[in-house]
């Protein structure tokens, strides 16, 4: 598989290409649905054409990125208050 | 002048109570806290943070602006609003490191990036200037409100700009950035509706797709469709430089925090998300739907184009949009269409009051005045703040006349000396405050320098904007990066503070080894 589908909180934290491509992909999105979206109303059929590549677009970015972010999110969410109080905890253990 | 039928005035006045009781009936959860009067608690699923950026992104100028730029230069002016496309960049970028840092803002933000008085500086710096700045963006927004006002019922322009600014005040005041987010989705599905049927009336009323492109070939303008139809690489008045300029500004920029004004907003936004992928995906959709809006208005634009061709004054052509709703839509539905104008304002105005709030009672009051106040005493302070902006925003409002004029330079040249400084104090741990500090007085004088004052006297040739941008990103970075390399780093224990907790992008590598070396990245690695 060319991109990771499944990822611990560790691995999800670094970046990746996945992180990369999702943006590729995302920009391409923006950029085709833009065009698009206007065409749809003065060329029609190059307008649909390029409006539904823009969302292969967003289906892709969304295909590549969706598992990283969930794990990301899982774990922080889930550990955002105790690991604040701990990493406050040792931080001003070194600063002492 | 507009006339109102029975049926225009329910809906303006159904709209107006339902989009304000909707904001006022969350007055107790906004009054619980300062997390909830200004974040919503930090627990909004992703479509709340969207709808938000797209109601609140969504302005009354930003039609006049856009149908400015369509009818001058066709098609191809879709790119000046394309700007929203560094959200492409920052949705899986900037939004993810933002959100892991929990600050509330962007100022908050500079404490826990850089350490020491420089980092206190700029937290009251930047407070400062975003006071300033929603002042400013309520301003031009009100004034544009008022234009609207003026065109339809003849009102002064002031009048238009106090009363419906006044409106959104009142659930501002009352529940915050509820409020705010409820409105805003409440008002964006009202807007959305009334941009595709105005949009596709003004379609349909210049004899459709087939009839326009009749028409500009007629014309000999049929090269207005073309997106891509630039005067030249360099020359003329919209040369691809300038496209090329605004791709990398935009797309670039998304790996940084503050390059476009936007992202002050847009921040608010992600810390009300729930987790970092609420967060992505709310800055990702909401912006999605800024960008189809913006094609449906360049298309309204064009059809306005071809209907009257020759109208050389720029404020009554940017009118395009605003004069096909009046001027063409049924009696009946006038009063829909003005109902959406109202919500597309309400809830901008709403967010800048929020916005502004956010900064003078969280970053000035509660982090230099009294720092031990009470949560009731913080809310209290934060309504009280909000007023303060109201009112400064109709001073400013009273002192712009062109708002093409006023957008133009705040995105353009207002952003220029910083948008390099604001990439690298995400991307790299040597920057510091005092770098990022210079940045920001060298940028405020050189802007000025650049754009108005020495063209003035003749010492330098008026540039294109896009020159001017890379004009002022080379001469700030002569200024701040010296300053940067000849002032200490920042504190390490700080730094690795925020590493830990944001895992920034970019070269963070003796900050990264000294956590390692304290064990801290471990503290994230136990499994569920």
Known sequence: MVFRRKWTAHEADEWTKEDYWAVVFSSLSYLLVTIGSALCFLLPVWGILLTGAGLVCAGVMYWIIDPKLRT???????RQKEYLKELDRIMSWEER | ???????????????????????????RLGKRSESDFFLAGRGLPWWLPASSVFATHTATDSPMWISGVIYRYGMTGIWYAFFAAWCATSAFISTRIFRRSLAYSQAEWQTLRFSGLGAELLRGWMAGW????????????????????????????????????????????????WGVVMADFQQGVIAGIAIVIVSVWGVVVANGPAGII????????????????????????????????????????????????????????IQSARTVRDAAYGIWSGTLLILVTNSLWAVAALAFFVLFPNIPDTSEYEMAWYRIGFDYLPPGMIGFFFAAIVAIHLSTIASSLNLGALYLTRDLYHRYVRPEASQSRLVWVGRLSTLVLLLGSFVYGSMMQEITRWLIFAIWIMAAGVWLPNILQVIWWRFNSWGYLASWIANLGLSWLVVWVLP???????????????????????????????????????????????????FWGPVRKEAERLGLLRLIQVEP
């Not at chain 2, 339809?152 to 409106?167: H, I, K, N």
């Not at chain 2, 040369?239 to 004004?261: N, Q």
């Not at chain 2, 003749?458 to 700030?476: A, K, R, S, T």
């Not at chain 2, 300053?483 to 690795?496: F, I, Q």
Request: hydrophobic share 55%; proline share 4%.
């Open chain 2, 456 to 506: 003035a006297f003749g010492i330098l040739p008026v540039l294109p904007d896009y020159v001017q941008f890379w004009l002022l990103l080379v001469l700030g970075l002569a200024i701040y990066i010296p300053v940067t390399l000849l002032t200490a780093p920042d504190e390490l224990h700080h730094l690795v503070r925020y590493y830990v907790q944001s895992r920034p992008i970019g």
């Open chain 2, 1 to 27: 002048m507009v006339v109102f039928t029975f049926l225009d005035w329910f809906w303006l006045l159904s709209f107006l109570v339902l989009m304000t009781l909707c904001g006022v009936l969350f007055y």
């Open chain 1, 72 to 78: 990301i999110s899982l774990e922080y969410e889930a």
């Open chain 2, 214 to 269: 009749r028409r500009l070939t007629e014309m000999d303008q049929l090269w207005r469709i073309n997106p891509f139809a630039f005067s030249g690489f360099f020359t003329g008045d919209f040369p691809a430089a300038w496209f090329l300029t605004m791709v990398v500004i935009a797309l670039l920029g998304g790996f940084g925090m503050g390059t476009t004004i936007d992202w002050y907003t847009e921040a608010q936004r």
């Open chain 2, 130 to 177: 975003q006071i300033f700045m929603q002042m400013f963006i309520m301003g031009w927004v009100g004034m544009a409100m008022g234009k609207v006002c003026n065109y339809a019922f003849g009102w002064d322009q002031w009048v238009g700009m106090v009363l419906f600014s006044s409106v959104s005040a009142i659930y501002a005041l009352a529940s915050g950035y």
